[in-house]
């Protein structure tokens, strides 16, 4: 079978072609126009059901896609990305669809996904014509295909102790706490080492609230795991969360400052103190932060403490 010669049933593309093109259309009306090919396919790769066991673990965000047009032209897009504009739901929602997609393909094949056969999926999608792009049409694209390292690297485990560059030498600390829904959640601690390693100071100077991102910059070597400390999970919750802000959905109570939600669903109102730390407060808060995002907000928060 070629990467582009799956076939997906016909309830799972249904769902998500529909669900996709209102991501689609929402992208629209949020930003003033339709997401280019780039874009889409930028929002997709970030969005991926990366701990699924429907997936064989090459799925790594942000996945990226090559896609060619009729005539094998390769396809290109050299304007600006509006994708870091995106609000948290957007990824949200496409991940909730691509779940369906991954699973769909995981019940036929009797094996899990991989990322070639993701985008054979996502293609399907495409071709479905409900997906308004701003500057191809989708019956025009000929092959997609997930441009993936071929090199695979292992997920950091919880108790990895990671160093992150900061900007103006030495490292942000960090700890792994989990992989679930949410994506990687690490611990962060205050301070920067200069040899980027965990000293008795930083360790005493763990934050409060644990942080998801994703894990692509260890992936390739950006962040480096440079210690393994179990000693250091007990400092930081042991079902670390995400939060919502007041009035999220309608028939959900999310309380008057927001609420967190643990990895199997379980809600839990909080109060203004953990909403003013978190960000819900201020609107700086988001579920899922790029780890490029993150590293550039350490630096900031270094900067200006």
């Known amino acids: 079978m070629g990467v582009n010669d799956l076939s997906l049933s016909a309830g799972a593309l249904d769902e998500a072609s529909s669900g996709l093109a209102e991501v689609a259309a929402e992208f629209a009306d949020e930003l003033g126009a339709p997401p280019t090919l780039a874009e889409f396919l930028e929002l997709l790769g ?36 509006r994708v870091p504009d995106l609000n948290d739901h957007f990824f949200e929602d496409a991940r909730e669809h691509h779940i369906a997609l ?64 900061a900007r103006r030498g030495g490292y942000h600390m960090a700890v792994v706490l989990a992989h679930n829904c949410f994506g990687m959640s690490l611990g962060l601690f205050h301070g920067i080492s200069a040899q980027g390693r965990l000293d008795a100071s930083l360790r005493g100077a763990a934050r409060k609230y644990p942080v998801h991102t994703t894990w692509d910059l260890v992936a390739d070597g950006t962040w480096k795991v440079v210690q393994r400390d179990e000693s250091l999970l007990p400092l930081f919750p042991s079902d670390p969360c995400i939060y919502h802000r007041p009035n999220a959905w309608p028939d959900i109570d999310t309380g008057e400052f927001g609420a967190a939600e643990t990895s199997d669903g379980t809600l839990r109102l909080i109060g203004p103190d953990e909403a003013r730390e978190v960000g819900l407060l201020d609107g700086t808060y988001k579920q899922v932060q790029l780890a490029a995002y993150l590293q550039k907000r350490l630096d900031d928060e270094a900067d200006h403490p």
């Open 46 to 81: 970030w969005a991926l059901p990366a701990n699924s066991d429907a997936t064989d673990g090459t799925f790594i965000a942000p996945m990226k896609f090559k896609a060619t047009l009729q005539g094998n032209k390769p396809y290109r897009s050299d304007a600006r990305s």
């Open 102 to 165: 991954v699973e769909d393909v995981h019940a036929s094949g009797g094996a899990p996904a991989t990322p070639q056969q993701f985008a054979s999926a996502i293609l399907q999608v495409l071709r479905s014509g409900r997906i308004i792009l701003a500057d191809v049409k989708p019956e025009d694209i000929h092959k997609l295909i997930a441009d993936v390292p071929k090199k695979r690297v292992a997920k950091p485990k919880p108790g990895d102790v990671l160093a992150i560059p």
